[in-house]
């Protein structure tokens, strides 16, 4: 699986951002899609996740009610729209993807290890 985030760049806090995550190479469907940062001298943080071709999606406590993970199955595409952003935001996001069959939960989403695709990551400067 191929991944290609776009979307980020530098807002003023409280902006906005829409990130987009484009899979190709394999079937979209039936794995967990996830959203990290790692911001510098920081660890990989997961942001948010959804079951691609799902509903389910789960969010970082630091995020909730302020980020939004959707998906288009069509577009093999995964968004997270970025509200409300403050500095604290800042940091690379990656796009990460697990392999087919793998299932999102509430007490694995978040670890880097349930992915096995990743992409190049995009820039998000909240100043």
Avoid: H
Avoid at 44 to 62: F, I, K, L, N, P
């Amino acid at each position: 699986v191929q991944l290609v985030e776009s979307g980020g760049g530098s807002v003023q806090a409280g902006g906005s951002l829409r990130l987009s995550c484009v899979a190709s190479g394999a079937t979209y469907s039936s794995r967990c899609m996830g959203w990290f940062r790692q911001a510098p001298g920081k660890g990989r943080e997961g942001v948010a996740a959804v079951y691609a071709g799902g509903d389910s999606t789960y969010y970082a406590d630091s995020v909730k009610g302020r980020f939004t993970i959707s998906q288009d199955n069509a577009k093999n595409t995964v968004y997270l729209q970025m509200n409300s952003l403050n500095p604290q935001d800042s940091a690379m996001y990656y796009c990460a993807a697990g392999a087919r069959g793998t299932i999102c939960s509430g007490s694995t989403w978040f670890w880097p290890g349930l992915y096995g695709y990743w992409g190049q990551g995009t820039q998000v400067t909240v100043s």
